[in-house]
């Protein structure tokens, strides 16, 4: 027997006030998504659309079974006109952001994310749209007892939607958009009136229409977000009791005042009754059952030899626990430091820039370096063909390093990337760089000093904003800094009670006190919240690594990953070690490893199935011969180097005077695998490769 999960909070609404994206048609957006809906089996999460060049279109098995039901229902069903209508529906036209404003905040019907995972403003410029997915509310189920009350009655009333037509059935219409109207009484909109914001509700325009006879809508200087939508929704006739035209409202006249004057009432007092809140005064035990569901440690760290797939683990558990917008990601290094980490006063140069003079290219270029959701290497992936005609790369670098506290690896000739610590502050100075904001919207230039928050303080304050969502900060090779410097007196923060809290808190600096107040948390002390997590990833076999004390390691969980484990992913896995010789990647590596063992190496220095990645394994079957250049930066580098570094005479098959690295390196491409002196009872076996194709695994994929 078990007893019910408590009640989480709510996380504060967010009116999307920025987004000038537009809905129209509305109502062929909420048509469509009803129909995906229950031709879909009725799941609560649907991937419904496909690329198609810079549009989508919809899914075909979804539109076959839309088709079949709408066929079978409707007498005068025309299939021709029927697709050519989903091509222009705004669930494929629409800005995801113009999407989560209509079915999120005003009709609750759906949440909307990309399928990749990207961030909400990747649609903004360039007019390009992304696959998506839908996640239903229980508005539908109550959608779906209406639909099914006179369920051919409104397939026929959906289809005339679909196609633009003038419904045939009044009646029908009606029930729809009072359905409608319902689930939009709890919407919060905001306009700016007389240079004040006007925050309002359905409820605040039928009080005003009982007082006066048209009540208007308009902002002072730009409708965005939910108040936006509400102009257009009315125009189409989408809240029962109101009729709109040009920006006013004005009562449906075909209702009495008595009629609206009831109705008013009636969601006066189901507002009253909805708006609930705890009497708690402990809220830190309010918020320690939000992570219940997450099966891991909130303090973890994942150790092992390289390559044995730590990163990917972390990963594959983050897809599976948190929303894509809930976590950040950073990679440490020995420059990294408390003022990235967690955030410091940096000074700030507000460049003079308006609309007006920035082409929509370069308007592209500033969506993707201000977009907080993507690591630097995301964005230098991104924007590497932009740039990748210049005389050289060294600007691209500089304006990510701007927008990025995190390294990342520039991209070489060849397709390959330079070592991952070529960071922008090792090679840009930004210890010293200016933080800089483009404001699109400025008059003129100013420099001032600004709090810029690192990527704790970035996830702590998501966080505390939203007690209902789990959230987690993910450090990639954290062993790899000072952490005892980088942590700070953070560190205290780390020590977690039963439910998940930081057990002692620490003073916030009057900076970070302006920083969270600024954000709506009037703090004096940091606690980390039990639905904020921290994830790590070690590798111990690295150069040049700091050593953590016994005190940093106790507040974490350790969970190693052996050095064979998840081998059977690379097993059927084979690479070229010559424009006509292949061998078993995972046979290579463990004869290898077996050699090492005998040598005496620890564990900690052998190689695990991932330690060719898939990039790198990738880029072994654009050219073959390049996949040898690879090998020996990689493999034969890394052993000679580091794993194998004192017994390296041992290991490889070098007789020349001079043992150096680049003998070890012509020997190989000479002999290939004969290069290392391998156990008695270890045979790697070479294959001829008798066409390119033959050089790609047919099983064993890596991911």
């Known amino acids: 027997m078990s007893y019910p999960k408590p009640k989480s909070a709510n996380s504060e609404i967010d009116l999307k006030l920025g987004i000038k994206s537009s809905l129209p048609n509305a109502t062929q957006a909420i048509v469509l998504s009803y129909l995906i809906w229950k031709c879909g089996d009725k ?26 039901l709408l066929s079978s229902n409707v007498s005068n069903f025309n299939e021709t006109l029927f697709k050519s209508s989903l091509l222009e529906n705004p669930l494929l036209k629409a800005q995801i952001e113009a999407l989560i404003v209509g079915f999120e905040l005003i009709w609750k019907l759906a949440r909307f994310q990309f399928v990749d995972g990207s961030s909400f ?70 306009i700016e009136h007389n240079n004040q914001d006007l925050i309002f509700d359905n409820l605040g325009i039928y009080k005003s229409l009982l007082e006066d006879n048209s009540v208007s809508l308009s902002d002072d200087k730009e409708n965005k977000g939910a108040s936006r939508i509400l102009k257009s929704s009315a125009n189409e006739g989408l809240n029962y009791y109101l009729s709109g035209y040009n ?44 992570s219940d569901t ?24 983050r897809k599976n626990n948190f929303a894509d917008d809930c976590f950040e990601r950073v990679t440490f290094h020995p420059n990294y430091s408390y003022a990235q980490f967690v955030g410091t006063y940096k000074p700030t140069i507000t460049v003079k820039e308006t609309d007006s003079s920035l082409t929509d290219e370069q308007k592209q270029i500033l969506s993707i370096l201000k977009d907080k959701n993507r ?56 210890a010293i760089r200016p933080y800089i904001d483009l404001n699109l919207d400025c008059t003129e230039e100013e420099i001032s000093y600004q709090y810029v928050p690192g990527p704790f303080m970035r996830i702590y304050t998501a966080a505390k904003q939203n007690p209902s969502q789990n959230f987690l900060l993910l450090i990639e090779e954290i062993n790899r800094a000072n952490v005892a410097a980088v942590f700070g007196d953070v560190f205290q923060l780390l020590d977690r009670d039963e439910n998940g809290n930081s057990e002692y808190p620490v003073a916030a600096s009057e900076d ?56 059977d992913k690379v097993k059927g896995y ?37 330690f060719l990645s898939k990039t790198v394994l990738d880029s072994a079957f654009n050219k073959e011969m390049d996949f040898v250049k690879l090998f020996e930066s990689k493999v034969l580098m890394y052993l000679f180097e580091d794993a194998a570094k004192m017994k390296a005479k041992q290991l490889f098959n070098v007789v020349e005077k001079q043992f150096i690295y680049s003998e070890v390196c012509k020997k190989f491409e000479e002999i290939g695998v004969k290069v290392f002196k391998f156990n008695d009872e270890d045979v790697v076996e070479e294959h001829d490769i008798s066409s390119k194709e033959d050089a790609v695994p047919t099983e064993g994929k890596l991911f």
């Open 121 to 190: 403003s990747s649609e903004r410029t360039g007019g390009k749209r992304f696959e998506k997915i839908i996640s239903y509310t229980s508005n539908i189920d109550i959608l779906d007892l209406l639909v099914q009350s006179n369920q051919k009655d409104f397939l026929k009333f959906f289809y005339e939607i679909l196609l633009t037509k003038t419904p045939s059935n009044q009646s029908v219409f009606d029930s729809f958009r009072k359905l409608l109207t319902v689930f939009s009484e709890t919407a919060i909109y905001k």
């Open 375 to 430: 690591s630097g290497q995301e964005k230098y992936d991104l924007l590497y063909d932009k740039f990748r005609d210049d005389s050289d790369l060294t600007r691209l670098p500089l304006l990510i390093g701007i927008y990025s506290d995190d390294e990342f690896r520039t991209k070489k000739a060849d397709g390959s990337y330079t070592a991952n610590d070529n960071g922008v502050e090792r090679n840009h100075g930004r």
């Open 512 to 567: 970070i006190k302006k920083y969270l107040a600024k954000n709506g948390i009037p703090e004096d002390e940091l606690k980390i919240p039990s639905n904020m997590y921290i994830w790590a990833t070690m590798n111990s076999a690295d150069q040049g690594v700091f050593p953590m004390d016994t005190a940093f390691k106790r507040r974490w969980e350790f969970e190693y990953i052996g050095i064979d484990e998840n081998e």
């Open 294 to 317: 997450i099966p891991f440690p909130h303090n973890r760290i994942i150790f092992g030899a390289p390559g044995t797939g730590k990163s990917h683990s972390l990963e594959l558990d």
């Open 574 to 610: 084979e690479i070229p070690i010559s424009a006509t010789k292949k061998v078993n990647w995972n046979d290579l590596r463990k004869a290898i490893n077996n050699k090492l063992i005998t040598l005496g190496i620890n564990e900690d220095k052998l190689l695990g199935p991932f």
């Open 43 to 68: 799941k609560s999460k649907i991937a419904y659309s496909a690329q198609n060049g810079d549009g989508l279109v919809l899914k075909s098995e979804v539109q076959e079974k839309i088709t079949e």
């Open 247 to 290: 920006g006013n409202v004005s009562k449906n006249q075909t209702l009495s005042e008595d009629e609206l004057k009831a109705y008013s009432e009636r969601v006066e007092n189901f507002l009253v009754l909805t708006n609930i809140k705890l009497n708690t005064s402990d809220n830190q035990t309010q918020n320690s059952n939000i």
